[in-house]
């Protein structure tokens, strides 16, 4: 952490000793705590909120200006919009805790943001089903294998994917009730998984409310590089939360609205002109398509401290 500059020069030692001592009251206030974890975090927090506050010299107009955009971010989340969660993504906060989370293992698929318009019990497909739903969209075939870190397939791997439609909205921000763009699939006994979803393309996040105006005011774009959400999980295996990223997207080069990008994760989605047989004999109606493969390689649910 940055050295905070506790006091300008005029303000002297006496403002100094009266910050420290207030930051150290408010530290002492939480020794009767009786979980170690939460006094570790609070005091954490404290001596951090505090040195920003000192470091700035925030004034009281700040002070309410920021209460006042937290208590918007918290008006406007509600069961399907999550604003604190696209606050953390936005501030990079989320992919610190996941880098933190996620220690890097040998040749393991590297995590990304979770992002907030996952949906519990997706509905199921069959290998080689869409996930589509009718959501629309250009087709896409999508395979691969799960495999441990040693190269051993990963039978009955549990897949989640999601997706947004080609208008760049996801099926929960809809008023309709729809289950569109997202399903579950099972890898076989070889670890291979394939499934039909849609091209990614490059969307905003939900910019009309708080977090929007705050991207708006420093300058900085609410869009999202194109991509494909996956979840995969296995029994004695870390849970990978990441996405594919789409190899040539323009928006890769001018930046991630949440910072959610890793080279690893940039795939070719290789595009297929209309007529063009697909790999399970669909009939697709005469539409262009692509085809990508992802590869997916879990890390040990319990990493080994010899590893590095």
Not at 30 to 50: K, T
Not at 137 to 155: L, N, R, Y
């Given at each position: 952490?940055?050295?905070?500059?506790?006091?300008?020069?005029?303000?002297?030692?006496?403002?100094?000793?009266?910050?420290?001592?207030?930051?150290?009251?408010?530290?002492?206030?939480?020794?009767?705590?009786?979980?170690?974890?939460?006094?570790?975090?609070?005091?954490?927090?404290?001596?951090?909120?505090?040195?920003?506050?000192?470091?700035?010299?925030l004034t009281e107009d700040e002070w309410r200006h920021a209460i006042d955009f937290l208590t918007q971010v918290g008006h406007i989340t509600?069961?399907?919009?999550?604003?604190?969660?696209?606050?953390?993504?936005?501030?990079?906060?989320?992919?610190?805790?996941?880098?933190?989370?996620?220690?890097?293992?040998?040749?393991?698929?590297?995590?990304?943001?979770?992002?907030?318009?996952?949906?519990?019990?997706?509905?199921?497909?069959?290998?080689?089903?869409?996930?589509?739903?009718?959501?629309?969209?250009?087709?896409?075939?999508?395979?691969?294998?799960?495999?441990?870190?040693?190269?051993?397939?990963?039978?009955?791997?549990?897949?989640?994917?999601?997706?947004?439609?080609?208008?760049?909205?996801?099926?929960?921000?809809?008023?309709?009730?729809?289950?569109?763009?997202?399903?579950?699939?099972?890898?076989?006994?070889?670890?291979?998984?394939?499934?039909?979803?849609?091209?990614?393309?490059?969307?905003?996040?939900?910019?009309?409310?708080?977090?929007?105006?705050?991207?708006?005011?420093?300058?900085?774009?609410?869009?999202?590089?194109?991509?494909?959400?996956?979840?995969?999980?296995?029994?004695?295996?870390?849970?990978?939360?990441?996405?594919?990223?789409?190899?040539?997207?323009?928006?890769?080069?001018?930046?991630?609205?949440?910072?959610?990008?890793?080279?690893?994760?940039?795939?070719?989605?290789?595009?297929?002109?209309?007529?063009?047989?697909?790999?399970?004999?669909?009939?697709?109606?005469?539409?262009?398509?692509?085809?990508?493969?992802?590869?997916?390689?879990?890390?040990?649910?319990?990493?080994?401290?010899?590893?590095?």
């Amino acid at each position: 952490m940055t050295t905070p500059t506790h006091a300008t020069p005029e303000h002297g030692d006496r403002q100094t000793a009266v910050e420290e001592d207030l930051l150290q009251r408010v530290l002492d206030s939480f020794s009767g705590c009786d979980d170690p974890r939460l006094r570790e975090i609070m005091e954490a927090v404290v001596r951090h909120l505090h040195g920003l506050i000192r470091e700035v010299r925030l004034t009281e107009d700040e002070w309410r200006h920021a209460i006042d955009f937290l208590t918007q971010v918290g008006h406007i989340t509600d069961d399907t919009r999550q604003e604190f969660i696209l606050l953390s993504d936005t501030l990079g906060a989320s992919m610190q805790t996941i880098a933190v989370n996620n220690e890097a293992y040998r040749n393991a698929t590297e995590a990304t943001v979770f992002g907030p318009f996952f949906v519990d019990d997706a509905p199921a497909i069959p290998l080689g089903g869409d996930i589509a739903a009718g959501a629309q969209g250009e087709p896409a075939w999508i395979e691969g294998t799960v495999t441990d870190t040693d190269g051993t397939p990963v039978p009955g791997a549990r897949i989640e994917v999601w997706e947004c439609d080609e208008e760049g909205l996801y099926d929960v921000q809809y008023d309709d009730g729809r289950t569109a763009a997202r399903a579950h699939l099972v890898s076989d006994e070889q670890g291979r998984y394939r499934f039909w979803g849609l091209t990614p393309v490059p969307y905003p996040i939900p910019h009309d409310g708080p977090v929007g105006r705050m991207l708006d005011a420093v300058g900085r774009s609410p869009v999202r590089a194109a991509h494909l959400h996956f979840m995969v999980t296995a029994p004695g295996l870390r849970r990978l939360v990441t996405h594919i990223f789409v190899d040539g997207d323009p928006q890769l080069a001018i930046g991630d609205s949440v910072f959610g990008v890793k080279d690893s994760l940039v795939t070719a989605f290789e595009r297929q002109p209309a007529g063009t047989a697909t790999p399970d004999g669909r009939d697709l109606g005469g539409k262009e398509w692509s085809r990508a493969r992802f590869d997916i390689v879990l890390a040990p649910e319990d990493i080994p401290d010899t590893h590095h």
